[in-house]
């Protein structure tokens, strides 16, 4: 491949991956914005999403649509369920016990996962031809791209959610003051709730997607660790700053697989990221887009 | 007297301990560290190197591992001085994260084949030593002018800084303390396990190592000692659920943070257990 196709390659490889990482980040910062509770469990959530579609396909012989419509009830009465019991209680708790907490349910889902889903395959079968788009010399697999024109489309669906709808505003409200938004009349447990139940539905698609086009579910979870340097970089607070965060983030790694990997050898790619994370912090200890108020300690 | 099995039981549990207590040293002066894995592998491969390529003795080794460890902490530790709370969480993972593939890229050191033929030398007696001097350095930290100073850092930053505590010393001073520590556990752990890899020190490890202390609570020392020794030694005892392990563990883990968020040893039980206030208990 001539140079210049083969950078184009790599920059639309990892934008590509990047409305993906978007998806799961985007679960991260909406939790974060209602109740600035860090979950570091969203890979599990992930992968959840991903197997109980994965489920739904093999057991029902749903195809992907109904596969994921049914991933999607199943996960966001889970993250009702989650909410309701676990979160509730919780709602005045330290950083670090919220973080505890949420390892302690990512443990119990990964337990879980592998009793429940027992012999059902974690593969979900791509509906698209596998034989790469060749676009001006450079070659894009189809589902790759299929998987991102959706990812894109939730991702303005979302954006179109928190800005033009008035549960949206209602959480916006929520994000910005608590006490401000429970004085106008706003129902916090029931804008939790509706976080929760985006949680469940971004974790299904971004689940679904995800196996599309790694071909299996194996090693979801560490998606998961991707969104931490995404929604630094995008500063936690901002939902278009993470947006930008994971495609630069996938871009990056795409571009440090390709030009650096080989130099020094495979596996830099998944700390480049956290590379600049750390650089991004020296500059602006808040992130890119982020207030300077976000610490909590 | 002890057979293979609760030595191994004993070891790695003695291990674990000692990790939380390397979580715990910086998060009294409250810097939380989710980079701990990240300072053991820096203490196991520096050992394990040196007693395999230049056949340095094992006590040694053992305090280079220690030594390699507290100075990567140093260096951590600035980056640390102008992050707090959940920034300062994600920097010390992204440091951990990047210690296992600088490992997993370094074939002097196996890559990710990982590290064998390490000689055997870690024994329960080894692991119980260090603990006992652990146990008695905290015990004495916990009363003099350096831990009051953690402790002063940890309740309010401002507040400290304006009775006189250097911030910044004090801070570098845990990062490194708690990387000493964490290094010589690594150590120990290559030199009973006698082979490592870069996986055995990731994200899992690090995050374990503070799910032990918070578990047992953050109050005191006494808490990290608890936590490990408990949550390490309860899968051995859950083996016969086989399969469901893991979501026992995690409900236990759930179960804890809903009903004691505070950890299992709390300043009230501490002030129970030790009545005659002692001053990890009065530090609460």
């Known amino acids: 491949m001539p140079d210049l196709a083969y950078l184009v390659f790599l920059v639309a490889d990892g934008a590509l991956a990047g409305s993906i990482y978007a998806l799961v980040a985007l679960a991260f910062v909406v939790v974060y914005k209602a109740s600035r509770m860090i979950n570091f469990a969203v890979g599990e959530w992930t992968m959840l999403g991903a197997r109980t579609a994965a489920a739904a396909s093999h057991t029902i012989g749903l195809g992907p649509g109904g596969a994921v419509a049914v991933g999607c009830a199943g996960v966001v009465a889970l993250a009702l369920l989650f909410n309701r019991i676990v979160l509730r209680p919780l709602s005045r708790s330290s950083l670090l016990s919220l973080i505890m907490l949420t390892l302690g349910v990512g443990i119990f889902m990964r337990g879980a996962a592998t009793v429940v889903f027992a012999g059902v395959p974690a593969r979900i079968a791509s509906p698209f031809p596998l034989d790469p788009l060749v676009v001006a010399g450079v070659p894009l697999s189809v589902d790759k791209i299929v998987a991102a024109v959706i990812a894109t489309a939730c991702i303005a669906a ?49 689940g679904t997607l995800w196996s599309f086009v790694s071909g299996g579910g194996f090693g979801i ?42 130099i020094v050898g495979g596996g830099f790619s998944h700390v480049a990221s956290y590379l600049v994370l ?10 890119l887009f982020g207030r300077p108020d976000v610490e909590r300690v | 007297m002890l057979s293979d099995h609760t030595v191994s039981i004993l070891i790695f549990a003695g291990i674990d301990v000692i990790m939380a207590l390397s979580f715990y ?101 080894h692991v119980l030593g260090l603990l006992v001097v652990l146990l008695y350095f905290f015990t004495r930290l916990s009363g003099s002018r350096m831990g009051r100073a953690f402790a002063a850092l940890r309740d309010d930053e401002a507040a400290a800084e304006a009775m006189g505590v250097n911030s910044t010393y004090v801070k570098l001073a845990a990062f490194a303390a708690g990387g000493v520590i964490a290094g010589l556990g690594g150590a120990l752990y290559a030199h009973y396990t006698l082979f490592i890899d870069p996986e055995a020190f990731g994200v899992g490890r690090s995050l374990f190592v503070m799910l032990y202390a918070v578990f047992g609570g953050l109050a005191s020392f006494w808490g990290a000692v608890a936590g490990a020794a408990i949550l390490s030694i309860l899968p051995e005892l859950l083996r016969w659920v086989k399969d ?29 257990l030790f009545p005659r206030g002692e001053r990890a208990a009065a530090r609460g």
Do not use: C
């Open chain 1, 158 to 206: 979302l954006s179109w959610f928190f800005r033009g709808s008035r549960t949206g505003l209602a959480l916006r409200a929520v994000a910005s003051d608590q006490q401000v938004a429970l004085a106008v009349g706003i129902d916090l447990h029931r804008h939790f709730a509706i976080t929760w139940a985006l949680v469940g539905v971004l974790s299904v698609l971004a």
């Open chain 1, 221 to 262: 979870e560490l998606l998961g660790f991707k969104v931490f340097p995404i929604v630094i970089l995008g500063g936690l607070d901002s939902l278009a700053g993470t947006i930008v965060g994971a495609f630069a983030v996938g871009i990056l790694e795409s571009l440090v697989a390709g030009y650096v990997d080989p």
């Open chain 1, 278 to 287: 750390i650089a991004t912090l020296f500059v602006r200890p808040f992130g």
């Open chain 2, 25 to 125: 040293l910086p998060a009294s002066a409250g810097q939380l560290s989710a980079g701990q894995g990240g300072f053991m592998a820096l203490g196991a491969y520096t050992a394990a190197y040196l007693t395999v390529q230049h056949g340095t003795p094992f006590p040694l080794a053992l305090a280079a591992g220690g030594l390699v460890g507290g100075l990567v902490g140093l260096a951590v530790g600035f980056p640390a001085l102008r992050l707090r709370g959940l920034y300062l969480v994600l920097v010390t993972f992204g440091f951990g994260e990047m210690i296992r593939v600088l490992f997993l890229n370094a074939p002097a050191f196996g890559g990710p084949a990982g590290f064998a033929g390490i000689p055997p030398a870690t024994t329960v007696w």
């Open chain 2, 244 to 272: 469901w392990r893991e979501i026992f563990y995690g409900l236990l883990v759930l179960t804890m943070m809903l009903v004691r968020p505070q950890g299992l040893l709390d300043a009230a039980l501490l002030a129970r």
